[in-house]
């Protein structure tokens, strides 16, 4: 290997390792971010009464979601139980397990 393929490796070995530490380092940030929501704000949102904004705070909840499940909540006269949440479309059983220590009714 030449000289300036030895330094192209390092330059590239480089540039993927401060990927991967900035990712990591915003992952947990994101996380402490969560935390700070349960034990600042109330310990859940109620997912019955809760603004378009408060439930955009939800991990893995865009503007989009939180709409509709704005709008399951109106249509339906509200959420009966917790996992019914599930039934709003782009909520399946993953993303339910990631909101549900986040969310009351």
């Given at each position: 290997m030449s000289r300036k393929e030895s330094i192209i490796l390092i330059f590239?070995?480089?540039?993927?390792?401060?990927?991967?530490?900035s990712?990591?380092?915003e992952s947990r940030s994101?996380?402490?971010?969560?935390?700070?929501?349960i034990k600042e704000e109330?310990?859940?949102i109620s997912?019955?009464?809760a603004?378009?904004?408060?439930?955009?705070?939800?991990?893995?909840?865009?503007?989009?979601l939180a709409r509709?499940?704005?709008?399951?909540?109106e249509r339906n006269g509200g959420f009966k139980e917790i996992s019914e949440i599930k039934k709003v479309k782009g909520i399946g059983?993953?993303?339910?397990?990631?909101?549900?220590?986040?969310?009351?009714?």
């Open positions: 590239l070995i480089l540039i993927f390792s401060l990927i991967n530490i990712n990591y380092l994101n996380s402490r971010y969560y935390q700070l929501i109330a310990k859940q997912i019955n009464s603004s378009l904004e408060e439930i955009e705070l939800l991990p893995g909840i865009g503007p989009a509709r499940i704005i709008e399951y909540r059983e993953k993303l339910f397990e990631k909101i549900r220590p986040y969310i009351k009714l």
